[in-house]
Structure formats: structure tokens, C-alpha cells
């Protein structure tokens, strides 16, 4: 009556060990994986001892059954039965880009997008006559671990439009988002007690992501291009096992594109650098890259914040973007993580991931248990804006939209900053991507330097808030505990530029003050 | 240049130094949370390592700042602007179940939900003008950890109509349905290498998301009613360290009703059973109850499968459910895990986590770094339907005629089995809830018995492809390897009663004549 005693240690398998290799990609090859590509090495060294163990799942073989005879009548899968889901249709109304016929290289932010809309609907039957080839009732069923296929067709084409990967092999699988990707990821590349590489200043979930995993994070030395090759390479390169008690790195994360605090941007001649150090010490690049599209014009000091430059065309817009990771990667050595939440909607939870199919099919094994797949309202929503609406072209048009509209809202920030901030003791690089402004405040000149930079930090962060201003202190973006110098993260996604001005002038006040100087 | 070592060994904390607790409950405490009931057991020796290690969000500090101070202008939370989310308004069409008022005790199934439908829309704003308390911009939006409070609170509200807890610091959380939730907890309370229970069938993808986290399964012994209480006290009592290598379980994972594949459901004496069991050998038991209202009536072979009895009042209807395990738990021991899969969409990727606020808490840490919060969307249309639309007893009332529609399927299914499987080889049980029909074949009549129970169910299984059916083995949802007995899950959830019956005819010649009957 007692089971027997389960099998001792699960065993775990080498990759090659695992199914067949490399798989299929999950949508249409499309026309740049031309034969003529290399195919990414085999990097399935670096996956985790849990990402190895990942099995293809039972259920996705008895479906397999069903595809191969069609007069088949199948017992076996569980699906609720869609006659059944209470929702019968989905519509929504969508912004519609400028279409770039109007755009003569100057953008007039008005603080609105155009107002001109686009309606879509999904119902539950529409796949059946020929009106759609992702209807309700697909959207609200279960969906295989890629995501619908219907869409990530259409991002697999984006990726390739945007970052032409330069091996054939390389593959898209949807996520709920970065966040969601980072966990992802980082479990099927990181072993507890495994070294992880990044910039020392981070967003605070990423290393709060981490450390439940037990990652040992080291934070790389930044400069205004973000993180600095030649620390990079002088760690690996002086790299002590003895003296870390770990093994050298394998993984660096980067934000390589607006990053979030420091807002700095790395030059092509960095990502190269960087990529090629990777490529000597064989690391796997985690490019977590929300803020790609949100690359802007250059700032004018004392300009009309509200006029912007804009490209004339769409293949001009994409060739001024400064080329990702993943474009750089002949290896396949890049997992390149995009997000919708910057660039239509964060509530959609749902953005994908792009690296060689070895390791989007271990992501595969995780998404069948865990996430499964994002929503499918998510799904149909962004399927009949993006595929049924806009198509490639309007998407990019929506984008460099977009991006004005931020180029804007940071001008008026940098203006404010400009107005009120008093140089003497503070300066910051012009944020060429993303949504933050760092501002360096030079702790030495301070009356209290002797306590030390964080106490000054936080004196004036503590100070801010007496004076109704909020704005995030260096020390909780920091990796490693010694700060240099005293930061402050400002941002200008979501204020109104006369909130801005008031917050600035604030904080201005606050220096002022705390630093003895008057005007 | 080089940055210093990063510090050893991340620190895994006693429960004790985590952030105080217990934490608030997430939202309003509802009515029978009185202060007369017992708080639960602190049982937070039972988290994992990795979620001990979990911290709170620096970034939900931020935003207690600006809760505190509403004049504070803050540029610290990198939230995307609403105004350049490009969706302004989702509406959906939803179905209401017939009103309490036309039920007469017996529902007639036609295949089809009643045709009254209603309108729900959600746009950008409407929660400034009072519209609606969770609007457009807030469900596009980042949204806190623990899913839309405006939902929450419904989810909250409505498990304590049904299973109403019996200690006083419960608390709810969102998840992205019961697959991420499996994930979730099993990380919480699991640490490699820890044995859990389970029944010894389960669904594939729990024993495919316990390996590569390095648990070791243990399949407990079933019989009619599910997981057999002697069985799992017998083990507990007997559990031998050495000869196991390891400590007695702490986890119990089951599925009381409509277990999937065995379509058992556990009567409330063996619940309660378990359920003491659990207290005395200290284990926590997750409850993954994907089909509590899929609770069907009673089956008459030969009687009109279109004919259903249902419950006159939504009163007669929860009191008609057999208490969940959460219901009988006194001390925080259960983890009760509720999807909207079965209830209204798998595309929803929505459902909820209920119990002790700690354990609560710990979810809220990880899906912070994690899964975020279900999608917006998701969220909009459930709000719309249940919060606005619906209410309490509208849902249930939808409740009552889904699962009519399933129970009619239900019989479909087992009128075409009492016409065409051969008796003489084989049995089951009459499903009380769920999806499934678990087949018994007596494989000791099988001509080929003596290559062994795996073998016959293969040779059945092949057999029944070669002739057009696909009913699932036995062995793909065993956790242990040694099977007893032959058995086949079918499902009724998703095919017409029509190819339910050819299917099952199919079957019955399959078994007629690998077993060399003859009529």
C-alpha cells in the first residue's frame, strides 16, 4: 500500500542528452534566415542545472497525434469548451500613427497623439469564414507556450526589420513582459551561487530578482555610455577563483539603451567592445532593452521643447537607431528581452524574447509550466492593432510617434534643469533614450562631505521631501554598497511639464540651500 | 577601478527578520473576518529558502511616500504616460446567466448558453468622472503586485461567500491562473531536493514543474474518493530518513475535486481526514481546485442527458458544494489555488491565491520581481463582467448554468459508455465534477497480460490511434512507476456529444478486440 521510495536524485541530463536539437522554429522561417547565415554556436553550457531538466510536456505530444491524422476524434485534451466562455466579443479603439506622408521632419507635440482612431473587434468565430486568422474563441482557449503564432509572426518579422540578426537559427517567444522575462532567464542561465555581471546602477527589481535565486551580483564601473568595457574586461580578465570563491562570470545583463537609473545610452563602438569581450570570455549578454524605440533627437538647450525632429522615413528612422546586442551577435550568444510596456501598454504584460532556438526552446519548457502564455485579450488586442491594423510599417510610424512625444517631455525636464539647477554643484549628460535624467551632484563641495556620500544623499533626498519633491537618491539603484558620488534619478514619462518645472525648481532649492549657496 | 568582491553568501533570513508582519491585508477586511476568529499558526518555518530571501520592492517605498503626502511632486516612479497608451476604450459583449427567478429545479440544455448578453466598456478616464472605479488608464497602467484591488476585492469577497475561512488573517492575491500559481508556491515552500505528496495520478504538468525544481514526488494511493487518507497517514507515520534519504514531506499538493485525470472527487469525511492528518505531521497542503464548481448532479443511466437538476436558490447551491479544504482549515495551512480557466476563459490567464496573510505576503515578494500582476485587460473585462456586470449572485448564478451545460456533457459521454465499452473488462466511476472519466481496464483478462500492465495499455492505446481515437494512457499521468491496472482518462469538456459517442464506439471496438471478446 506505501509507494515505493521515488527515485533518488533526479538526474541531470547534459543538453545533448535532452530532445532533439535544434527544433523547429515556432513560425515561418522568414527571408533573411537564408541558408547562407551561420548557424549560432552550441552555448547549452550555460544552461542551469534546473533549465536542463526541463522535459517537453506529455500533453504537447498528444497533440501532436491529433496534427498528424485529422480524422482522428481525440478524448484527450481538457479544453473548456469555447461555446461555454461568457465573452462573446472584444473591441477596441486604437490611435492611428501619422501616416508618414505627413511628416516633413519636424514634429509639433501638442501634448496629444492625432485623433484619429481605428476600431477592432474579435469574435469567437471569425477564424471559421476567412474574416481572421486569431479570432476570440482561439484567444480565449488555451494557447501553446509560444504565445498565438498569429502574432508572433508578426513580431519575429518586426525583430528581423529592426536588428537583422546575422545567424539562421535564431528565434521569438512571447513573455509577460521583461519583468517576467528577467525571472525567466535568469533561472535557466544561473545556478545558486553563480557570479552575474550588470551596470552598477540598476533598476531595483532586477536585483531584487536575483538575489532570491541567489545570483552573486558585481556591478560594473559606468561612464556616460553606461557600462565600461575596459572594467569589464580587466575583471574577467583578472578574474581569481580562489579570491571570489565562485567561477567567472558567464552572464553580464545590460539595459544598453536609455538605462534605467542612469539614462545612458551605450555608443556602437561600447556594444561592440562589449560583445567582443563576451565573445573572449564566453558570456551570455542578457540585452533587456525596453526604452529601444524611445531614442530621441537631439536636445537644444532653450529650443521649443514642443517642436521635434523627426525621420522623413521609416527605413530612416530604423537606421538611425543605434543597432541592438542582438544585431551585433553572430553567436548566439545574445537573449534579447522587448517589452510592450514602453511602447504601447504595461498593463498588456506581454513582450517576447529573441536568441537562438536552443535557448528559446528551453524558454518553451519553462512558459508550459509557469506563465503558459500571455493573455489572450492581451494577445487579440495587440494582434488586431498590430496585424489586422497597423502592419510593420504602421507600427514604425507609431513609434517614431511616440518618440517625439517623449523628446518632448524630456526637453521640458532638461529646460527646468536647465532653469533651476544650480551647476555649481550638479551637472547631468543629456539622456539620448529612455525616461530618466541622472543628475550628479558633486558631494565634495558639500558642507557635510566629511559624513560621507551616502549621508549626504540622503540629507538632501530627506530634504526634498520636506520641500514636496520626490526624486530617487543613487543608493537604491547601487549593486555593490560604495557609492562614488551622489545621484539622483529624475524621470519625465509621466509628469506634466509644468509639474516638472515645479518639481525642479524644488529641488533646485533644496540644493541650494543644502549646499549653502545663494543666488 | 575594479569593484570590490561582492559579498558572499547572500544571507537567508529567519522568518522573524523579515518586514513586519503580519502585513495588512491587501484589501478591506470583509465581514467575517471578526475579531472573534482564531488568527492562523505562524508556519513560515515551512517557506524555502529562496522566498525567505524575498524583500520588499524599493519602489513600493517610493510610492508610500507619495501616499502619504499628496502635494508632493514626485519624478521618481518611471511610469509610462496613459495619455500615449494607443488603446482609448475596450468594450466586450458578455453573456448572463438566466436570472434564479426562471429556475424551476430542472434545467433543459440546448447546446447553447441563454442568449442575453450584455455591453461593458471600459475607457481611458472614466474613473475620474466617477464612471467606474477601475478604468482604461488603470488597467493599461503598472498595477501593484497583487492584481487590481477593484477585482481583488470582488475575488475576496466571493471566496468568503463560498468557502467562508475559519481564521481571521486570511487574505487573497492575484495570480496568472493555477499553472503560474503551482509555480509560485511550489517555490515558496519547496527547496531542491524536498519531497512532496501528491495523488499517484496527476496532471502532467505538475510533476513536469516539480522536477526541474528538484522535488521528489511521492504518489500516494488512490481509490474512489481520491487520495486514500490511510495510505497518507500510514506513510507519514512509517517515513524512515535514512532509508529515504531525507526529511518526512511538509507538502501535500492535491486536487479534491474533479481530479484531473481521475475525475475523483473527495467526500468531506476524507477531507476532513487529510485535512488532521496535515495538522498532525505539520504539512501544508495546496489545494489546486481548478473545478470546485464544476460539482455536477446525479447521473441516471438512460435517462435524457439534456435534462439537468439544478439548485432553486445560489443559498442551496454553495451549500450543495462539498467544502473545500480551505473551508475546513483552521491554522493557515492551506494554500487554496482558484482559476478563471474552467469558470470562464484559459485565455484569461487570471486566478487567485487564498490564505494566511504571511504565505500571502511571500507571493506578493515574488510576483513583484516576477509576473507583475495579471494582464490589464485580463482584469478590465473580468471587472467589467463580475464586479460591474454580474455581481455576486449574478456570478453565481453563471456558475449553476456552466456547470449544468458540463453535466450534461457528462452524460453524453457516459450514455455512449454504458452503450459501447465491454463491461466484461472494464469499469469506472461516475464523475461527481470536472472534465474527466477515468477508464478501469482489468488488463488480467488481456490475452497479452503477462508482458505487463504497461505493455497492454500501450497495445490499447496504439490500437485505438490505428483506429481513429485518442483516449490518454494511464502512464502519462503516473508518478510513480509502477501502475496497477490499466487505465484511459476521457474528457467530455470540449467535444460534441456526437463525436463523443463514435469516439467511444471506436474505443469498444478497440477493446473488444484486443481482449478477444465477441458479441
Known amino acids: ?81 469555447p461555446a461555454l466562455f461568457p465573452i462573446e466579443k472584444v473591441s477596441a479603439t486604437v490611435q492611428v500613427a501619422k501616416h508618414e506622408s505627413v511628416r516633413n521632419g519636424l514634429w509639433k507635440c501638442d501634448g496629444l497623439l492625432p485623433d484619429t482612431r481605428r476600431e477592432l473587434h474579435k469574435e469567437k468565430d471569425s477564424s471559421l469564414n476567412g474574416q481572421s486568422e486569431y479570432d476570440l474563441s482561439g484567444a480565449l482557449q488555451y494557447e501553446q507556450g509560444t504565445g498565438a503564432k498569429q502574432l508572433l509572426t508578426f513580431l519575429k518579422k518586426h ?78 580578465e583578472e578574474w581569481d577563483e580562489t579570491a571570489r570563491g565562485g567561477t567567472r562570470p558567464a552572464v553580464l545583463y545590460v539595459v544598453p539603451t536609455g538605462q534605467n537609473p542612469t539614462g545612458s545610452t551605450m555608443s556602437l563602438r561600447r556594444r561592440k567592445d562589449i560583445y567582443n569581450i563576451c565573445v573572449t570570455y564566453d558570456l551570455i549578454i542578457i540585452e533587456d532593452d525596453p526604452y529601444y524605440f524611445l531614442q530621441m533627437s537631439e536636445y537644444v538647450p532653450g529650443a521649443d521643447p514642443t517642436v521635434v525632429k523627426v525621420p522623413k522615413t521609416n527605413q530612416e528612422f530604423v537606421s538611425s537607431l543605434v543597432p541592438s546586442m542582438l544585431s551585433l551577435d553572430t553567436q548566439g550568444r545574445v537573449l534579447r528581452l522587448d517589452s510592450f510596456s514602453k511602447v504601447a501598454a504595461p498593463g498588456m504584460r506581454c513582450g517576447w524574447i529573441t536568441g537562438s532556438e536552443r535557448f528559446v526552446e528551453r524558454v518553451l519548457r519553462h512558459n508550459e509550466v509557469g506563465l503558459q502564455f500571455p493573455s489572450g485579450l492581451s494577445m487579440a488586442v495587440l494582434h488586431g492593432m498590430l496585424v ?107 509628469v506634466s511639464a509644468q509639474d516638472m518645472a515645479l518639481a525642479i525648481e524644488r529641488f533646485g532649492e533644496v540644493l541650494r540651500k543644502g549646499f549653502g549657496l545663494y543666488d
Not at 205 to 225: F, H, N, Q, S, V
Not at 450 to 460: F, R, S
Request: glycine share 6%; with cysteine.
Open 1 to 81: 500500500m506505501i509507494p515505493p521510495p521515488h527515485k533518488a536524485e533526479i538526474e541531470i541530463p547534459e543538453m545533448s542528452d535532452l530532445s532533439p536539437l535544434p527544433v523547429k522554429p515556432s513560425v515561418a522561417t522568414i527571408a533573411s534566415q537564408s541558408e547562407s547565415a551561420p548557424l549560432s554556436l552550441d552555448l547549452s553550457h550555460h544552461l542551469s542545472i534546473e533549465s536542463r531538466i526541463r522535459q517537453k510536456s506529455l500533453l504537447k505530444v498528444a497533440s501532436s497525434y491529433v496534427a498528424r491524422d485529422p480524422e482522428l476524434l481525440s478524448l484527450a485534451a481538457g479544453l473548456p469548451s
Open 159 to 236: 525583430t528581423e526589420i529592426v536588428h537583422k540578426p546575422q545567424y539562421r537559427d535564431w528565434d521569438c517567444i512571447m513573455s509577460g513582459g521583461n519583468t517576467h522575462a528577467m525571472e525567466t532567464v535568469f533561472r535557466m542561465l544561473i545556478n545558486p551561487g553563480d557570479y552575474v555581471l550588470m551596470e552598477e546602477y540598476v533598476f531595483p527589481e532586477t536585483a531584487e530578482g536575483l538575489r532570491p535565486i541567489r545570483a552573486k551580483m558585481i556591478g560594473i564601473e559606468m561612464d556616460d555610455e553606461g557600462l565600461r568595457s575596459d572594467s569589464l574586461r580587466q575583471l574577467l
Open 388 to 494: 489586422e491594423g497597423w502592419g510593420q510599417d504602421g507600427y514604425l510610424d507609431w513609434l517614431v510617434n511616440l518618440r517625439a512625444e517623449y523628446t518632448n517631455r524630456r526637453n521640458a525636464l532638461l529646460n527646468a534643469m536647465d532653469k533651476y539647477l544650480p551647476r555649481e554643484v550638479c551637472n547631468w549628460v543629456v539622456p539620448s533614450a529612455g525616461m530618466f535624467v541622472w543628475i550628479n551632484v558633486d558631494y565634495t563641495k558639500h558642507p557635510r562631505r566629511d559624513n560621507g556620500v551616502e549621508a549626504v544623499e540622503m540629507e538632501i533626498f530627506e530634504a526634498g521631501i520636506e520641500n514636496k519633491v520626490l526624486i530617487l537618491p543613487g543608493a537604491w539603484f547601487k549593486v555593490n554598497m560604495e557609492a562614488r558620488n551622489v545621484f539622483f534619478r529624475a524621470t519625465f514619462a509621466s
